[in-house]
């Protein structure tokens, strides 16, 4: 989902279909003939376990043991995702993604969000692998064309998980590398296991209509006519919603491209990194997993090691620096947006030249506005019926900070088309502020540092001047206490807890 997966120990497989769903609708495999007398629960069991061995020789990644296997059909898989979600996902966290999501301007205010999430994973989901109870389970009543490539690609979680140890290579839900604080690095992550297993889907389509052969680890990717052909459609960029499920096709624009981008994304970087390689390259990441959507989108950076940066602030100094409206403010919520956020954010209003142009008079947009990101870090903050977004961004040099704070300054603009807008700029920063009815958005530089605050109250109301003289608010205060409550840190990097079985 937008900033972090929140189902994240179950992996799920129909949007990988979904992605490439084109290609998927060459073949379409022959139902096997058995007998009446099982029930489609043991006929999927017994489905599943002749893909296992074709999965095996695929990958050329071993079962070390059995996969224990379970059947749901769609109301079981609901009340499963109910219980996963109640114990994994606290409602004031839920809360506060939601309040950021409205606050910048991403999702309507009145829409149900944990429901949408929850509808999303039960409509979505055409079967699932639980990393937790290393369980694969099957959904009932699949389509035929999804059937044999859904069960493939979850069967492939499993075969990743006796492998490389998913628990290991998703983050922990803790501290400020983690899930919960830091949706960026989980999404990449997400995007290394997904990416993976699409790939591996793929390769079993083609396989099933005999146009690759099983065993010694050949791929599609080595085939240029079917490289092209993904290719090309991961430089469409775009998933296409239709027929994919009424509630994933009306779900705001920065749900659906969250949700696709580990599968889309995912199988872009994983073919990047196994093009003229064989699959030892893909499966040594899994020692040292992504820790940003940008190594997702930019494979070479991942390569030459451009790690992201850890950036925190002071939370208990920017409370004290908001001005008193009413209830005492109190932090609802924090995460990393990433360079992928930040994109769809920024594409959320303006494409092309919309925001402006660059240092070279280039038109400057929302992929390239974003492609100098180096960290963030993203903070909601609520008094009464007031949320307030605080937020500092790292990015790799001055001029990377500079396209920045234009495209959000442009955003800005192009959100609030009457608000008042102030701008004052200097040899190392400079900053735009607007006023918009009671409230400011500001956008400040300062060498490669950018920091943004949305929603800070303009004016409040004096008991001892008149009602129709509010006071204003001085902003700088908030300022000052950003700037100087700025921390940063390298991202951790922990030692597995399997070893990687080595490719035959």
């Not at 624009?253 to 981008?261: E, P």
């Not at 704070?405 to 955003?411: C, K, N």
């Not at 609030?416 to 040899?427: F, I, K, L």
């Amino acid at each position: 989902m937008p900033l972090r997966n929140h189902a994240p120990r179950l992996r799920r497989s129909a949007l990988a279909f979904a992605a490439c769903a084109g290609l998927l609708a060459l073949a379409r495999p022959t139902a096997a003939q058995a007998p009446p007398e099982p029930t489609p629960a043991q006929k999927l069991i017994a489905q599943a376990d002749e893909i296992v061995g074709k999965v095996v020789q695929l990958r050329g990644l071993p079962t070390l043991h059995a996969i224990p296997k379970g059947v749901k059909d769609r109301e079981m898989l609901r009340r499963s995702l109910e219980e996963r979600i109640a114990v994994e996902l606290a409602p004031e966290e839920l809360e506060g993604e939601r309040a950021l999501l409205v606050r910048l301007g991403l999702m309507p205010a009145d829409l149900d969000y944990g429901r949408l999430i929850l509808d999303l994973l039960t409509e979505q989901i055409a079967g699932y692998y639980d990393t937790k109870e290393a369980e694969l389970y099957l959904i009932e009543g699949l389509d035929a064309l999804i059937a044999g490539p859904a069960m493939a690609h979850e069967i492939f979680h499993a075969v990743q998980d006796q492998s490389f140890d998913l628990e290991f290579v998703q983050v922990p839900s803790r501290g400020l590398a983690g899930s919960t604080t830091n949706g960026d690095r989980a999404t990449a992550r997400a995007a290394l296991i997904e990416g993976d297993a699409t790939v591996l889907m793929i390769d079993f389509t083609f396989h099933e209509q005999g146009a690759l052969r099983y065993g010694g680890g050949a791929s599609f990717i080595d085939v240029p006519p079917f490289a092209a052909t993904v290719e090309a459609m991961l430089t469409r960029g775009a998933l296409d919603l239709a027929g994919q499920g009424e509630t994933l096709a009306r779900a705001p624009r920065i749900v659906q491209q969250s949700l696709a981008f580990p599968y889309l994304s995912g199988l872009g970087f994983v073919v990047a990194l196994r093009k003229n390689r064989d699959w030892r390259a893909v499966d040594q990441v899994y020692l040292d997993p992504p820790d940003s959507t940008e190594q997702i989108l930019h494979p070479d950076k991942y390569l030459q090691r451009d790690d992201p940066t850890l950036t925190v602030l002071d939370v208990n100094a920017i409370q004290a620096a908001l001005p008193k409206v009413g209830a005492p403010w109190r932090p609802l919520y924090e995460n990393v947006m990433g360079e992928l956020r930040i994109k769809l954010w920024l594409e959320q209003y303006a494409t092309g030249a919309a925001l402006g142009r660059d240092a070279a008079g280039k038109p400057l947009t929302s992929a390239t506005a974003a492609a100098g990101w180096d960290g963030d870090r993203f903070y909601v903050l609520r008094s009464g019926d007031r949320d307030v977004v605080v937020a500092t961004m790292l990015w790799d040099s001055p001029a990377d900070a500079e396209q920045a704070a234009t495209a959000l300054a442009r955003l800005a603009a192009i959100r609030y088309p009457t608000a008042v807008q102030r701008r004052a700029q200097g040899d190392f920063g400079g900053l735009d502020c607007f006023t918009v009815g009671d409230e400011r958005v500001l956008v400040e530089r300062w060498d490669s540092w950018v920091i943004y605050v949305e929603g800070f109250p303009a004016y409040h109301q004096d008991a001892a001047s008149p009602p129709a003289e509010p006071v204003f608010n001085d902003i700088d205060p908030l300022r000052q206490a950003i700037w100087s409550s700025r921390r940063t840190g390298p991202y951790p990097h922990d030692a597995p807890t399997k070893r990687i079985v080595p490719a035959p």
